[in-house]
Nanobody, 122 residues
Framework: QVQLVESGGGLVQPGGSLRLSCAAS????????MGWYRQAPGNQRELVAT???????NYADSVKGRFTISRDNAKNTVYLQMNSSKPEDTAVYYC????????????????WGQGTQVTVSS
C-alpha cells in the first residue's frame, strides 16, 4: 500500500558530505514520525535520527552536530544531510515512516525503505 524509496547513497571521503532522500508514495492520509536508521555488517540496526510531523528532531549521540534530518511534508519526503562523515558511519541506511492510511481510522502502520549503502572511505 505504501512504498518508501531511498536515494543518495554512495561513496564519500572522510570529512565529506552526502544527502540521503526518502520519498513515500501510495495510500497515505498522513505521515507522522519519519526516521533514518542504519545497520553496519555484524551490527544491529540502530537509530540515526527521527523527525515528527511538527518538525521536532531526535539524534543518536554519535551523529549529533554532524547530521541533520529534515522533511518536506508536501512531498512526503525525509532527508538526511550527512556532514563531517567518518568511516564508522559506513552502513546501509534505512528510512522509516509511521503512516495513517485513512481519515476514518486512527491506526498507524510502520514502513521501511529498501536501504541505501553509504561508504565512508578514502
Amino acid at each position: 500500500q505504501v512504498q518508501l524509496v531511498e536515494s543518495g547513497g554512495g561513496l564519500v571521503q572522510p570529512g565529506g558530505s552526502l544527502r540521503l532522500s526518502c520519498a513515500a508514495s501510495g495510500r497515505i492520509f498522513r505521515i507522522y514520525t519519519m526516521g533514518w536508521y542504519r545497520q553496519a555488517p555484524g551490527n544491529q540496526r540502530e537509530l540515526v535520527a527521527t523527525i515528527t510531523s511538527g518538525g521536532s528532531t531526535n539524534y543518536a549521540d554519535s551523529v549529533k552536530g554532524r547530521f541533520t534530518i529534515s522533511r518536506d511534508n508536501a512531498k512526503n519526503t525525509v532527508y538526511l544531510q550527512m556532514n563531517s562523515s567518518k568511516p564508522e558511519d559506513t552502513a546501509v541506511y534505512y528510512c522509516n515512516a509511521e503512516i495513517r492510511h485513512w481519515s476514518f481510522s486512527s491506526s498507524l502502520s510502520i514502513y521501511w525503505g529498501q536501504g541505501t549503502q553509504v561508504t565512508v572511505s578514502s
